[in-house]
């Protein structure tokens, strides 16, 4: 093992040893929701149905080309906050997400480093910006729910508190009882790094590929993995 190796393992140990609480982003270090339904498609159909409406120019071109969903139905919220057009907005994602359910691909190691984690009595929660129904419908299916029923803090109609806003995981802190520097954030973009350290929480990022590795390094994040191997090893230890 060289020194280099040996300094990241002792951080992720250090990471894993005080965590008494995990906070889990969904859509990355869980599984991959949009593997066969691509978001980007997702969005394309938000902002064609508000064009539909006569409202394509409530989304500008630079939210249009982020092919992000999520940033489309924020941009149309920051316009027209709390109305009926960003509720059906958001009622429309949600029925997206819940159809990519199906064919979501599991994070390698995942289920198994969940599971396990919890029977080593550590207590976990989902704290994502995709919907709380489509979160609890993939870990339904994955016999995962019991692993953290009923911490599961998703996106509500307050649209404006979804990360960075460190609002899902301070009600997950809140809920549970538990200190935020007792608790470990696992995330995969720069929002979850920056809701974290909102919330006082130590981070860890995971990055299923080098794009995704340096957008996390370059706003700051300490320690990051390309998979969850290394923490089951960890936590089995």
Request: aromatic share 4%.
């Given at each position: 093992m060289t020194e280099e190796t040996a300094r990241e393992t002792g951080k992720?140990?250090?990471?894993?040893?005080?965590?008494?609480?995990?906070?889990?982003?969904?859509?990355?270090?869980?599984?991959?929701?949009f593997?066969?339904?691509?978001?980007?498609?997702?969005?394309?159909?938000?902002?064609?149905?508000?064009?539909?409406?006569?409202?394509?120019?409530?989304?500008?071109?630079t939210e249009r080309?982020?092919?992000?969903?999520?940033?489309?139905?924020?941009?149309?919220?920051?316009?027209?906050?709390?109305s009926d057009l960003v509720a059906e907005l958001e009622e429309r994602l949600t029925k997206e997400e819940l159809r990519a359910t199906s064919t979501a691909m599991p994070t390698a190691f995942a289920d198994i480093l969940i599971q396990t984690w919890r029977a080593r009595g550590v207590r976990m929660a989902v704290t994502t910006n995709n919907s709380p129904r489509v979160v609890r419908a993939y870990l339904d299916d994955r016999g995962l729910t019991p692993c953290f029923a009923p911490h599961i803090y998703g996106r509500t109609q307050d649209l404006h508190r979804l990360k960075p806003d460190p609002h899902c995981l301070n009600r997950a802190l809140n809920a549970m009882g538990a200190a935020p520097d007792?608790?470990?954030?696992?995330?995969d973009s720069p929002s979850d790094l920056e809701a974290a350290h909102l919330a006082g929480v130590p981070f860890l990022g995971y990055?299923?590929?080098e794009r995704k590795a340096k957008l996390l390094t370059g706003v700051g994040a300490e320690c990051v993995v390309?998979?969850?191997?290394?923490?089951?090893?960890?936590?089995?230890?």
């Open positions: 992720l140990r250090d990471l894993i040893t005080r965590a008494q609480v995990v906070l889990w982003d969904f859509d990355g270090p869980v599984c991959r929701l593997a066969q339904h691509p978001a980007a498609r997702v969005a394309d159909e938000l902002v064609e149905w508000l064009a539909g409406r006569g409202l394509r120019g409530l989304v500008t071109d080309d982020s092919l992000d969903p999520h940033l489309v139905l924020r941009a149309v919220d920051r316009r027209h906050p709390g007792a608790a470990l954030m696992i995330g990055a299923r590929n390309d998979s969850l191997e290394p923490l089951l090893a960890l936590v089995r230890d």
